[in-house]
């Protein structure tokens, strides 16, 4: 085989004085001599190596940068330069999309923690509602930060500007309407954790009614009814479908979120081998996925390949393209993994940007041999560093920004330190799935107030005579019933951690009667606006209620007012106490279909 030599220009390579040879800034290669390359295929070239050292694959060290650097399509730059006049003019005119923000702060926090963007926050919708705008004032006396979602601007300015608040809260507000899918956009919902969901369909006095609603306010009983504006459907229903397509990537799901597995969902596609050739070695690897690879004759994705510690090398890594948007990974305790172990000590390590070179967060574990085993690294102990240093008073893993995750088998711990079970040669390790898996005990993260008697219309045997009047004018009201146990049923089955609530009739008396819980739908009577805001923000914390379904009321008939008196008012509430004691169960909603 005929080989031409070319001795390789240090200026080229920019020559660092220390044995080493610098392509470009991150990227380095123990000193090589010359280039080699076959006659007939001239573009597998390899840097020839003096002594016992290896050739260097110089043409993988280029497939390997250009796999995690495309250069941008021709399509994108004509694009760009396209979109240019159009900002200019925007910028000029001060219009620029880019600096303005769609998020309304009407309460700045006395605390620094709570204004930051990654904030863990509340939404409220329907935060201008009888229910939704007393929502907003407990969670503020709790010293939460709270964003309300809103359709009118001035409203919200009106009923929530003044609003007391407890040291470190804070309240912002968005103006979207969750029947319209365009204005529920994706920075809206940053930072959110949590949703307690208020919205319900306008139904108001045929005969009008004061600026404040007082005739809505003491109950459908009272005025003959009629829907305004958006239909049941498209509020109840098509509403709460296109609420959590906006939420639920930011609140979590219950069991976790799949980022990888070997069935064809997650991120297969997506990864690609950085090993120690970007420094000069000759390690390498891949990760694809196996056909029987997996327990019990599954597919399973595999990472695998041969590591050496020539050429001051030691590594081999697969790492995923950067993921577009970024993970929202902080309603979950950690990333898991699901392998069949070799014995080996691997790393996992998480950006947090999209940087080809930059700080990475990262947590080595061990894997047990031969076995299939669940490997958990808690997001709160991946370690920052930079080229496997340390970096000194570097920030803390924030999950809510994942834009690529990097599985490694290397001769080094951090800092120097080696790696106690590395050794050079082959290696496999089978892995079944990835995925952010939830904190525990888990609460509800998204509390939807539905209404008593959603499954009552046309059940079998029902005297409607007895019903209150949503359920015997169901009908005549758009299906206003119906649509919200459609609504109910599109939250039970989301994934999200939920719990649905269902009061009996809303009446503006004050809190402090006392209350009965139930299942089934059975109950009728009434209960507070204020009762329900309290409980709704207790919900979140309370594991008990964790995809749990259930009617409320108080036990003051309804023909006898409640009132408290100032001189002796009523004990707080035990919300702990009283949802342990109606020991709730899941999978019960009084369907009878």
Request: glycine letters at 10%.
């Amino acid at each position: 085989m005929q080989l031409r030599k070319h001795i390789v220009d240090h200026a080229t390579l920019g020559h660092t004085g220390s044995g080493v040879q610098r392509l470009r800034p991150g990227l380095c290669f123990a000193k090589p001599t010359a280039i080699r390359y076959h006659k007939n295929r001239p573009r597998r070239f390899a840097i020839a190596a003096e002594g016992d050292r290896q050739a260097w694959d110089f043409g993988r060290f280029v497939k390997t940068v250009t796999y995690f650097n495309e250069p941008p399509s021709a399509e994108k730059v004509l694009q760009t330069l396209a979109d240019q006049p159009a900002k200019l003019i925007r910028q000029l005119t001060g219009q620029d999309e880019e600096k303005q923000s769609a998020v309304l702060k009407l309460l700045a926090s006395s605390s620094s923690q709570a204004s930051k963007p990654n904030s863990d926050v509340v939404l409220v919708a329907g935060a201008t509602g009888g229910v939704g705008s007393r929502v907003v004032q407990t969670l503020l006396q709790h010293g939460k930060a709270v964003r309300a979602l809103v359709r009118d601007e001035q409203k919200a300015r009106r009923l929530l500007g003044r609003l007391d608040a407890a040291p470190g809260a804070s309240l912002e507000v968005v103006v979207a309407d969750i029947t319209k899918p365009d204005s529920l956009k994706p920075d809206l919902f940053l930072g959110v954790r949590a949703v307690i969901c208020c919205t319900a369909v306008n139904v108001s006095p045929k005969e009008g009614d004061t600026a404040n609603r007082d005739k809505y306010k003491q109950g459908i009983k009272f005025y003959e009814p009629e829907v305004v504006g958006a239909t049941p459907e498209a509020v109840e229903y098509q509403g709460l479908q296109n609420l959590l397509a906006a939420v639920q990537e930011h609140v979590g799901y219950r069991h976790g979120k799949l980022i990888f597995s070997a069935d064809g969902q997650g991120l297969a596609n997506v990864w690609g081998p950085l090993d120690d050739v970007v420094m000069g070695g000759v390690s390498q690897s891949g990760f694809e996925v196996r056909h029987r690879a997996g327990e019990g004759g599954q597919p399973s994705g595999v990472f695998s390949g041969q590591v050496s510690s020539s050429n001051n090398g030691g590594f081999a890594s697969v790492r995923t393209k950067n993921f577009t948007p970024a993970l929202d990974m902080k309603g979950y305790e950690g990333l898991g993994f699901r392998v069949k172990g070799d014995g080996l000590r691997y790393k996992c390590t998480i950006r947090t940007d999209t940087n080809w070179d930059g700080i990475g967060y990262t947590l080595s574990f061990d894997t047990k041999a031969g076995e299939w085993h669940d490997v958990q690294l808690p997001f709160h102990q991946f370690i920052p560093l930079f080229r496997a240093k340390t970096v000194k008073d570097g920030s803390k893993l924030d999950p809510s920004t994942v834009t690529s995750i990097q599985l490694m088998l290397s001769k080094f711990e951090n800092d120097g330190k080696l790696n106690p079970s590395f050794k050079t040669g082959p290696f496999q390790l089978p892995v079944a799935k990835i995925w952010g898996y939830p904190k525990e005990p888990q609460s509800p993260r998204f509390v939807l107030v539905s209404s008593a008697g959603v499954t009552r219309p046309n059940r079998p045997g029902i005297d409607l005579s007895q019903e209150p009047p949503a359920v015997r004018m169901n009908d005549e009201l758009g299906g206003i019933l119906t649509f919200k146990l459609k609504g109910e049923d599109v939250v039970r089955q989301s994934g999200v951690p939920y719990a649905v609530v269902r009061p009996c009739a809303l009446t503006e008396e004050p809190a402090g009667a006392e209350l009965v819980i139930s299942q089934g739908d059975d109950i009728k009577g009434k209960v507070s606006r204020q009762e329900i805001a309290e409980l709704c923000v207790e919900l979140l914390s309370r594991p008990e209620a964790l995809d749990k379904t259930f009617e409320i009321k108080s036990t003051v008939p309804f023909s006898q007012p409640f009132e408290v008196n100032p001189q002796s008012p009523p004990e707080h509430r035990d919300w702990q106490a009283l949802l342990k004691t109606a020991q709730l169960k899941e999978n019960v909603t009084g369907k009878s279909v």
